[in-house]
């Protein structure tokens, strides 16, 4: 079992950063990928970030290239999400999730980021 927990969401304005952490505690060393998806009001969740524990690989969707960046400190079993250049359409519930590539286990509770024009 893993258990997530996200922190470091806020409201923040347009062009603004914020970073969020997501602590993992438990059986981490099975769960090789970390990610990031989120939830705006009446969407579907969608994919943002993932890293792998091995390597450091990672992978991004298109709208957050360039203004976001993921990254993990294994010593800490905590992930990050620095983002950059926030933008209204950012605003959503961002959540941590922990498992294989493409095929995420277990997920924090999230952490609401509110971008205002």
């Known amino acids: 079992q893993v258990q997530l927990v996200e922190s470091g969401g806020g409201l923040v304005q347009a062009g603004g950063s914020l970073r969020l952490s997501c602590a993992a505690s438990g059986r981490t060393f099975n769960n090789n990928a970390m990610g990031w998806f989120r939830q705006a009001p009446g969407k579907e969740r969608e994919f943002v970030a993932r890293?792998?524990?091995?390597?450091?690989?990672?992978n991004y969707k298109d709208s957050v290239k360039g203004r976001f960046t993921i990254s993990i400190d294994n010593a800490k079993n905590t992930v990050y999400l620095q983002m950059n250049s926030l933008k209204p359409e950012d605003t959503a519930v961002y959540y941590c999730?922990?498992?294989?590539?493409?095929?995420?286990?277990?997920w924090g509770q999230g952490t609401q980021v509110t971008v205002s024009s």
């Open positions: 890293i792998t524990r091995t390597g450091g690989s990672t």
């Open positions: 999730a922990a498992g294989a590539v493409g095929s995420y286990v277990y």
